[in-house]
């Protein structure tokens, strides 16, 4: 099962995204992870993504298909993925569809989690993760047990992204509306779209988006 969860930044498609990753055994691809994961690295990919990145800018189209492309080819693949911030621009979902074309494979659903651009401001600047295990927090809505102290691994070191400031979310924003919502009718002509209500609370989103992919 291939599928894909569409969203603004904010919107919970990580997070929702590992839940689906254990209900359905699939894997998760998100290209923002493999892209932090190339800066922190200090590959030429890295180079290349970070002042985008911190920017809030989306990095070009020809990396993020190079780089998508080789993943889904690695074999843990074979059992299905969940795309996560990815396709991004028109052009990446038309390299995606031919990605899966070229191994006999076509997207199952493209869900897009409906939510609010101010909720997101909220959302995103105050959310944090564990250095060490990378569970997630929120200084308002998900504070650990023990303040401090992170509830599944006991650490007191945590992060928060690069690009989760103010100004750099707006922008953020921004590029999702004028370069990624296209993308909605692209999928909704493709008969796959669907959407959830994103406000829901977290546990209500993931029993809806079961709802809409049916059966493990
Ligand atoms: P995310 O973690 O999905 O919010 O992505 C963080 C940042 O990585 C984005 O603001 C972009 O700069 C970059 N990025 C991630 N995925 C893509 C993509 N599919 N196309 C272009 N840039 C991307």
């Known amino acids: 099962m291939i599928l ?8 919970g498609k990580g997070t929702q995204s590992k839940r689906l990753e254990e209900a359905y055994g699939l894997v998760q691809l998100s290209t923002g992870d493999m892209l932090r994961a190339a800066v922190a690295s200090g590959s030429d990919l890295g180079k290349q993504a970070k002042a985008l990145m911190d920017r809030g800018d989306l990095v070009p189209d020809e990396l993020i298909i190079d780089m998508i492309s080789a993943r889904i080819e690695q074999d843990d693949c074979a059992k299905g993925f969940i795309l996560d911030g990815f396709p991004r621009t028109v052009p990446q979902a038309e390299a995606l569809a031919a990605m899966l074309a070229d191994k006999g494979l076509s997207l199952d ?5 409906a939510v609010d651009d101010d909720a ?11 250095a060490k295990c990378g569970k997630g927090y929120h200084d308002e809505f998900e504070k650990p047990a023990k303040e401090g102290v992170c509830d ?19 922008n953020r924003l921004d590029a999702y509306h004028a370069q990624t919502a296209p993308i909605l009718a692209y999928y909704k002509d493709e008969g796959v779209l669907s959407d959830v209500d994103g406000m829901a ?3 209500a989103v993931t029993a809806q988006l079961k709802g809409v992919i049916g059966q493990a």
């Open 4 to 11: 894909l969860l569409m969203g603004p930044p904010g919107a």
């Open 109 to 113: 659903h493209a869900i897009e989690l």
């Open 120 to 130: 997101m401001v909220k959302r995103i600047t105050g959310r944090y993760t564990c």
């Open 152 to 170: 599944k691994c006991g650490s007191t070191e945590f992060t928060r992204r690069a690009d989760d400031k103010e100004d750099t979310v707006r």
């Open 201 to 203: 609370d977290i546990d």
